[in-house]
């Protein structure tokens, strides 16, 4: 896909040469952090690490084609489909819940996860508004509950913490829920805007880059100071 604005495109291209900087970096730093936590919290750091991985691959097959003139949402999908589910999983190993409620909660968030990327890929790619409002309501409904019961997880960690274990906590539920609005909201920009709105395209990937680095580099970045501050106590 090359814009008839250069400028723009120019824009486009240096954010997903950024979002590819920035994961393959955060790869690197967690790799070296993962010792320095507690045994117990060293899968969630490594999980961190294999997260921000996967994600640079498909950022650089995303940054390369666009430099191509063509682009292929489903890198960013399959991306999503690996990622999202993982991020539930190290948040689940540090926030100190019981063996069989992490277990209880893996088998219900992360099947949810994986419907939710599911729904939302036929609508992304569809040109047709109707088909991209259906699959953004029907990827929306496991998108609520997947927040809902994270958010409620976050605030019951929180509260029975107490100094910098709490403040972490807080921390990761402010960027997770904040960062995970963006995501259907730069989906709906096509459907808002005129599908060759070349703004409108420019502002969904540079939101959807955005959002990818906040909820994996900056999360990861969460997850590993509530492991730290664990690990302390």
């Not at 997947?146 to 807080?170: C, H, M, N, P, Q």
């Not at 960062?179 to 395209?201: Q, R």
Request: proline share 3%; net charge neutral.
């Amino acid at each position: 896909m090359v814009f008839k604005d250069a400028d723009l495109n120019q824009l486009v291209y240096n954010a997903l040469s950024f979002g590819t900087a920035v994961m393959l970096g955060a790869f690197v730093y967690f790799l070296t952090q993962i010792k320095s936590v507690a045994k117990q919290f060293q899968s969630g750091v490594a999980v961190s690490a294999v997260v921000v991985g996967i994600a640079g691959y498909h950022y650089f097959r995303m940054w390369s084609d666009w430099g191509k003139g063509t682009v292929n949402e489903g890198y960013r999908y399959a991306d999503w489909l690996i990622t999202v589910p993982l991020l539930v999983i190290e948040l689940l190993i540090v926030l100190g819940v019981t063996a069989e409620r992490r277990k209880k909660l893996m088998f219900s968030l992360v099947p949810a996860t994986v419907l939710m990327i599911a729904l939302g890929y036929p609508g992304e790619i569809s040109s047709d508004d109707g088909t991209k409002w259906l699959y953004w309501i029907l990827a929306m409904l496991p998108f609520i509950y997947i927040l809902w019961i994270l958010a409620g997880e976050l605030k019951a960690a929180g509260t029975r913490e107490t100094g910098a274990v709490s403040k972490a906590i807080k921390n990761a539920t402010t960027v997770l829920l904040v960062t995970w609005m963006v995501y259907p909201i730069a989906y709906l920009f096509p459907v808002i805007f005129d599908a060759t709105n070349e703004g409108a395209e420019t502002a969904r990937q540079i939101g959807y880059t955005l959002a990818d680095i906040t909820a994996k580099g900056l999360y990861g970045l969460m997850i590993l100071s509530i492991a730290k501050a664990r690990s302390a106590d």
